[in-house]
């Protein structure tokens, strides 16, 4: 059972491992695709940016700078295309006000304004005007607290579960022989069942531990939501004005 619980261990690590060589390939290739885009070479960025693996923890930051390298081509049904998946997969994507702003930007090229104007209704709706935005604030800050005080209590759960398996690890009975095989099989049997329920805790650990960072950008672009809105009242404005102009 020693060996047995070694592989599970080595399996776990080894997976993390190759995790991990694959997330560094990618935040290359994102670093790449930002560079290019600043340096204006946006069919080369595209390049990069496309190669990332769906799997890379900043995927969704890869599609938003695929959909500005889109839009700068003039290309803007692939920005549509990339963006309306970002915003349907990444719902709690923290830079998702940049990202309906941009379709909205998109849609006013291709001549829809009413589309256009719910992409801005959809930001001036998640970000409060300035007279409430401490109290929205207030609330983010909780939510982080909250995610937190779960995050220890599932640490336990996994400490806990743990120790319970290395008390599993082979032992004498109590008159000192072997287990019979009735009971090594229900120490097998109880041993696997921990084992799915490690696993189990810590995929919890690590989606909690995404909504934390996720939760905790949010907050600390706080200034930039501010903005947010403010631009995409401006934009609605002009969306308006542009739907006005076409009707007359």
Known sequence: MREAIANFIEVSRSSGKTKERRDLVDAARLTLGYIFFEL??????????????????DYPEALLAL??????????????????ALVE??????????????????????????????????????????????????????????????MTMHQAELLELEFKLLEQLPQKGGNGLPHSEE??????LERQAIMEKIL???????????????????????????????????????ALFLKGIGEQ
């Open 89 to 150: 997969f990444y719902p709690d994507y923290p830079n998702l006000e940049e990202a309906h702003f941009l379709l909205g930007l998109s849609y006013l090229k291709l001549g829809y304004q009413e589309f256009a104007m719910n992409e801005y209704n959809k930001i001036i709706a998640a970000i409060p005007a300035a007279e409430n935005f401490a109290k929205y604030l207030e609330g983010a800050q909780n939510t982080i607290v909250e995610q937190e005080r779960q």
């Open 67 to 84: 959909g500005w390298s889109a839009f700068k081509l003039e290309d803007y049904q692939t920005t549509l295309n990339t963006l309306n």
């Open 183 to 188: 009971e090594e099989q229900a120490f097998r």
């Open 40 to 57: 204006s070479s946006y069919k080369t960025a595209i390049k990069y940016l496309s190669d990332i693996s769906v799997e890379f923890y």
């Open 200 to 238: 189990a805790q810590r995929e919890t650990m690590d989606s909690l531990s995404k909504q934390r960072a996720a939760q905790q950008r949010k907050f600390e672009k706080a200034d930039l939501q501010k903005k947010w809105r403010s631009y995409a009242e401006y934009g609605r404005a002009r």
